[in-house]
């Protein structure tokens, strides 16, 4: 692809002359009419004399613009770059450097694209609600709208007499009018801020209270959801109390409000003070949700608190470092989940999305952490998860090797050095590097500065020291790095049963202290962002202690990049499957859940003939069915722990294992949990669901339908719509697929379930189809982050015919903020396509050697 030549993408960036210091917005929207009028004027510095004023704005109407100097009201003309997002009022005169303040009146609509001041909607009416981040508060308000921009804002509401309003900061006033039948909210003046993080939002909301250390905190949701937001809310209170005793700062707002709004295209936003919900991510019963949902409710709690402070208190320069807000946040979510919830595990769980993460990394093409963005979709397009898991997973490293306490001081002076102001990425590891006194501006940089990961290679330990190497790793064997990278990082050995203290790898390669032992292993606490290889001798020694001498995380960490050097050709696929039938009796639901992923995988992505997956799911049966049945029927004294494990296993053994036992009980489940999710075990009735809705009849399909149309519980009804793109029979995944673009599935939601219908081998070819014959009303549904989301499933595909097809389909359907996921789609597919070769002999090869 031809790339834009630098300048011209920066001419996107407003000119530096003039700065905002203040805004006064009055709004007055129309709810039936999808439109709002808005009156503005915002304080300015004028740091040099000027000719006109650039600010932002998109699919404003300007019926006014003045200013005043001298005395004299100034009439501006406006001129306005619809592709720049940008409006210039001109003065017809030389504007002179001082303060001054513009008066703007103008209206807008509010659309229903799930961002800016847009319309979301219930079946009983609608709402106007606010998603400004990243580029999308100048379709609400005329604005300089870059996150280096900060000012105070007040904000006012005239609003239909029965609703009510939420911003960022307290109420102040509440009068009547200007017209019958209305009245106006106005809000007290909030602290500097970037535009992003302003919000404000309209209807009949309402909400359960609470407090921590003296601050009020509601949890609000439409009336008839408000209840189940009271899980949330006691998330919320711990968390504030949490925060303010890490950051040794307090939560600097005079309130927190968490509102779940019905439409919703995020998971979640950290608007300062009011921070908006997907309703799945904040709103559940808990007398019938899984633990999964209760750990995904608390963690996208904790995670827009900690926004609070490293993003909204603190801000990032530009979006460039937009992971020093994303992956702090990310890193920083676990830690008050893990105190609140201990029997959760949440370390665990970190150690699976490290996984992950370094999986994406690893692909032919990713990005560096800081990467240049500057139009609105590469902006769009930095929120992945390299921003997100990438950046959390060096922070996490980096942590490791400071220790908790040293780190903490780092992140509080940082904090404090820059609060209400905005920061760079130098400025925290700075922080971090003075504190410590440790090389962590080396090691950060190295990793932020630099595209991919490390792949370490350890020698025969000798003599009290083992050399390593490191290079490159990529997942494709055939991918070769283009140069020679080496990153600076923190290796941490366990030796035996001993830890010590880690030491720096600077050099390609480089010999480091590791006493002798039983076995050496090269990741203690599984913290380390980079992939290993071990002599054949030290790699049999670790795997005979997987049991007995590494940690739950640390066995995640072995499981993971074995698995990932099943791609890269340098382990086969048996070796794997012998590792996971190692840790088969494992009491950690997160060690069998990472095993039983990668079999799965093996089962859709390597596996190749009915032969080979019949005898894959013998293996399955054979090995892990023992386990699930000494777990026994579920008890109200199981803790999620056990509630986890045995889902994990019963979703194997459904999945994979085809077990007639298992997909009967799937059924019985599944029956007692439509007429009641409080008589079963939610945990347990998540894959439940899923096998039976793959085995399933028209008669389920109505019954899950329904649930979805009918239920007000989030969580149910998103896990029932979910379930209608798993049914096997050609007719109902048609429904399913003709279901999510009818209408009656919001658009944010459409584009999820046809993802899902993607990823799953069974169903892909036929999704597939669907999604190119009637790409009028897929495309329809989606909006700007979801098509990315959409494409991003078309990398389940396996084959080069399919992959030219999406390749070919997309290149003459554009979708917006998407390019990246197309060119990760592509060489997913390529990847596959590779790993299938080189691996599918292999598994042959391991089969027959099975009893």
């Not at 009028?37 to 404003?60: C, R």
Request: proline share 5%; net charge negative.
């Amino acid at each position: 692809m031809l790339a834009l030549p630098g300048a011209l993408l920066h001419a996107q960036r407003l000119p530096q002359t003039v700065r905002p210091e203040h805004y006064s917005l009055s709004l007055v929207p129309n709810l039936k009419d999808a439109t709002f009028t808005g009156s503005e004027k915002i304080d300015v510095l004028v740091e040099q004399p000027v000719d006109s004023i650039t600010l932002n704005a998109a699919e404003i109407k300007f019926d006014s613009v003045t200013t005043q100097v001298n005395g004299k009201t100034l009439k501006a003309t406006v001129s306005e770059d619809a592709e720049k997002q940008q409006a210039t009022f001109t003065f017809n005169r030389t504007l002179p450097a001082g303060r001054m303040t513009l008066a703007i009146e103008y209206s807008g609509i509010l659309n229903n694209e799930l961002r800016g001041f847009y319309l979301s909607k219930t079946a009983k009416r609608n709402y106007a609600v606010t998603q400004f981040e990243p580029t999308d508060a100048r379709r609400a308000f005329p604005s300089f709208d870059e996150p280096g921009y900060k000012a105070t804002f007040d904000v006012s509401l005239s609003i239909d007499k029965n609703d009510t309003a939420i911003s960022n900061t307290n109420i102040v006033s509440d009068t009547p009018g200007p017209l019958v039948g209305e009245h106006t909210i106005r809000f007290a003046t909030t602290p500097k801020m970037s535009t992003y993080l302003v919000a404000f939002l309209v209807g009949d909301f309402q909400c359960v209270s609470g407090e921590s250390d003296g601050v009020p905190i509601r949890a609000c949701a439409t009336p008839d959801k408000v209840q189940y937001g009271r899980f949330a809310l006691s998330a919320a209170e711990f968390v504030l109390h949490y925060y303010n005793t890490y950051f040794g700062i307090r939560y600097p707002m005079p309130k927190l409000d968490l509102i779940a709004l019905p439409d919703f295209e995020a998971g979640a936003m950290e608007n300062f003070g009011a921070i908006t919900y997907r309703e799945t991510d904040m709103l559940l019963n808990e007398k019938t949700a899984s633990v999964a949902a209760e750990k995904r409710v608390a963690e996208v709690v904790a995670h827009e608190m900690a926004h609070q402070w490293f993003g909204d208190m603190v801000t990032m320069q530009w979006w460039n470092n937009i992971w020093l807000n994303e992956g702090f946040a990310t890193w920083m979510e676990d830690k008050p989940v893990a105190a609140w919830k201990p029997e959760w595990k949440i370390p665990e769980d970190v150690a699976t999305d490290l996984n992950d993460t370094l999986n994406l990394d690893a692909q032919r093409v990713t990005r560096t952490i800081r990467a240049e963005a500057n139009t609105p979709d590469q902006i769009n397009e930095m929120f992945d998860g390299i921003t997100y898991g990438k950046a959390a997973a060096v922070l996490l490293m980096v942590e490791n090797y400071e220790g908790a306490e040293v780190f903490r001081r780092g992140v509080h002076n940082y904090l404090q050095a820059h609060m209400y102001g905005n920061a760079t990425a130098e400025d925290f590891w700075s922080a971090q590097t003075e504190v410590s006194h440790r090389p962590i501006d080396k090691i950060m940089d190295s990793f932020i500065s630099q595209p991919g990961e490390p792949v370490l290679n350890f020698g025969e330990p000798q003599s009290g020291s083992v050399t390593v190497s490191q290079q490159r790793f990529f997942l494709n064997p055939k991918v070769k790095p283009e140069k020679a990278q080496t990153w600076s990082m923190p290796v941490c050995f366990k030796a035996g049963g001993e830890e010590q203290d880690c030491e720096v790898l600077t050099a390609a390669q480089q010999a480091l202290h590791a006493p002798q032992a039983e076995f050496l292993f090269g990741d203690a606490k599984g913290r380390g962002y980079y992939r290993y290889i071990y002599p054949a001798s030290a790699y049999a020694a670790i795997v005979s202690h997987v049991e007995s001498g590494l940690s739950p995380e640390e066995r995640i960490s072995l499981l993971g990049n074995e698995w990932a050097q099943v791609h890269a050709n340098t382990a086969s696929v048996g070796d794997y499957l012998n590792l996971a039938a190692a840790v088969k009796d494992d009491t950690s639901a997160a060690v069998v859940t990472t095993a039983l992923g990668a079999v799965e995988a093996i089962d859709g992505r390597i596996a190749n003939t009915p032969e080979e997956h019949a005898k894959l799911a013998a293996w399955v049966n054979a090995n892990f069915k023992p386990a699930y049945e000494r777990l026994g029927a579920p008890s109200a004294e199981d803790g999620p722990e056990k509630r986890e494990l045995r889902a994990a296993l019963f979703g194997a053994l459904g999945a994979v294992g085809k077990d007639p036992d298992v997909i009967a009980q799937a059924k019985q489940i599944t029956e007692k949990y439509l007429a009641d999710p409080a008589s079963v075990d939610n945990t347990l009735a998540q894959p439940a669901l899923t096998i039976a809705a793959s085995n399933g009849d028209a008669a389920l399909f109505d019954r899950l339908q329904k649930t979805f149309e009918d239920t007000s519980d989030p969580q149910i009804g998103e896990g029932a719509l979910r379930r209608l793109v798993e049914f096997r029979n050609p007719e109902l995944e048609q429904r399913a697929l003709e279901y999510a673009v009818s209408g009656k599935v919001k658009n944010q939601d459409a584009a999820i379930v046809l993802a899902i219908s993607l990823e799953i081998p069974e169903t892909h070819d036929r999704a597939w189809t669907f999604i190119q014959q009637s790409w009028d009303k897929v495309q329809a549904q989606i909006t700007t982050s979801m098509g990315a989301y959409l494409i991003r499933g078309t990398g389940y595909f396996c084959s080069a015919e399919k992959r030219d097809e999406v390749t070919s389909f997309f290149a003459a359907h554009k979708v917006a903020a998407s390019a990246d996921a197309l060119t990760r789609a592509g060489n997913a597919i390529s990847d596959c396509i590779e790993l299938r070769s080189a691996q599918e002999p292999k598994l042959q090869e391991w089969m027959t050697g099975q009893k």
